[in-house]
């Protein structure tokens, strides 16, 4: 029986804002530093590597996953025991990884192959990832988890526009994530109690989303690549939270799925270049802080297998408030930001999201329903 629609997801107050209020920015900062300098203690109480139960059930993808966190938590995942889907642009560089692992994972003992295949996604294309979604869901075979992982800051870099016209943040971290999610439900249903994981990041606690402007083309913000970033990843949490609600209200308890968002903390890449002074300096004097690819998959094994997950995310679903999930480097529940608990906002970023990928605006219903769903990307959808 589906529950009767929340009218908390369509609730709105009437106040229009063109940035965050100077308390909750500095809020914000405060739990980015908080993030970058005390990570270690906050997570000294986890292995490295993250233990993993036997995963001989579980049907993974993980997108972008031949470098960083993508690849280790492939990695792992296969070695646990779960077939895992590589969703990468370069399928040559995820040929050559599968089988670097599959020749250690036997020299160490195992006498079966791990369960890893590759399939080509290209998140600057969202016809790619239609292509993608057709395939993997032509298999009639139930999804269990899908990561998205893949994300990009291109630090100090210009302005850039994807082939379909959107800022490449957007993009990557948000506009292609989305659409992913939405069209491989039917597999994700298939497989009962699955998870939709995003990898997110504290730079969304001083981001801002303009419903209007997701774009930055009308002038009204200057752009540069930590607002694209932040703003991407502040709107990939609001869109999840209308998502896990509207999930709930449509979809009975058996088959629910959970959806969230995480923190892989400060991992080893170059992305500080282009956060302010203050922070490189400290990021540059400090550099034990920040973990290795091992050590930054860790909430995303976690969120995908611990079994108190799904528990967590249905406390929530019932909860007042209308937000997703969100894991934190240490791998425990914890809030997202101020702004990403704006339901109107929130409430606009999903309709805006829904136009911009192409779909129409009851396309979650239709997709729960196994009708057609026409796209602007590629052919109709079923």
């Given at each position: ?145 899908l990561i998205n992982n893949a994300g990009m800051f291109s ?127 400290i990021y540059s004097a400090l550099p034990y802080i920040s ?60 309709e805006k999201t829904i136009e911009l990928i192409g779909l ?23």
């Amino acid at each position: 029986m589906k529950r009767m629609m929340s009218n908390e997801i369509v609730s709105s107050n009437k106040t229009k804002k063109d940035g965050l209020r100077w308390m909750v920015w500095l809020r914000g900062w405060v739990n980015v530093l908080q993030e970058i300098l005390l990570q270690r203690i906050m997570a000294s109480h986890l292995h490295n590597p993250f233990p993993l139960p036997p995963l001989n059930n579980l049907t993974c993808i993980v997108t972008g996953s031949t470098s960083g966190i993508g690849s280790e938590t492939a990695r792992q995942l296969a070695e646990a025991g779960a077939h895992v889907v590589m969703a990468v642009r370069n399928i040559k560089a995820a040929h050559e990884l599968i089988q670097q692992w599959q020749t250690k994972y036997y020299s160490s003992g195992k006498r079966h192959p791990l369960n890893i295949q590759a399939m080509e996604l290209d998140l600057l294309s969202l016809n790619s990832v239609m292509r993608f979604s057709n395939a993997w869901n032509a298999r009639l075979s139930p999804l269990h988890v899908l990561i998205n992982n893949a994300g990009m800051f291109s630090m100090g870099g210009a302005q850039k526009f994807s082939e379909d016209g959107y800022e490449q943040h957007l993009q990557v971290n948000h506009l292609a994530p989305a659409l992913l999610s939405l069209l491989l439900l039917p597999s994700l249903i298939r497989a009962s109690q699955s998870r939709i994981i995003s990898v997110n990041s504290v730079i969304h606690y001083v981001g801002f989303v303009d419903p209007n402007d997701l774009n930055f083309v009308s002038g009204k913000r200057k752009f540069s690549s930590l607002e694209g970033y932040s703003s991407s990843k502040l709107a990939q949490v609001m869109f999840n939270n209308v998502l896990s609600k509207r999930l709930y209200y449509l979809l009975p308890l058996e088959t629910g799925i959970s959806v969230l968002c995480l923190s892989p903390g400060v991992v080893q890449t170059n992305i500080t270049r282009d956060l302010p002074r203050f922070i490189q300096d400290i990021y540059s004097a400090l550099p034990y802080i920040s973990y290795s690819p091992q050590e930054g998959c860790r909430s995303s094994v976690f969120s995908a297998t611990d079994s108190q997950i799904q528990i967590y995310c249905e406390k929530l679903k019932t909860d007042k408030k209308s937000v997703c999930a969100f894991i934190s480097q240490s791998c425990q529940p914890t809030n997202s930001s101020e702004e990403a608990h704006n339901v109107e906002t929130s409430s606009k970023v999903w309709e805006k999201t829904i136009e911009l990928i192409g779909l129409p605006l009851n396309s979650l219903e239709m997709l729960i329903e196994g009708e057609e769903v026409p796209c602007r990307y590629g052919n109709s959808y079923q």
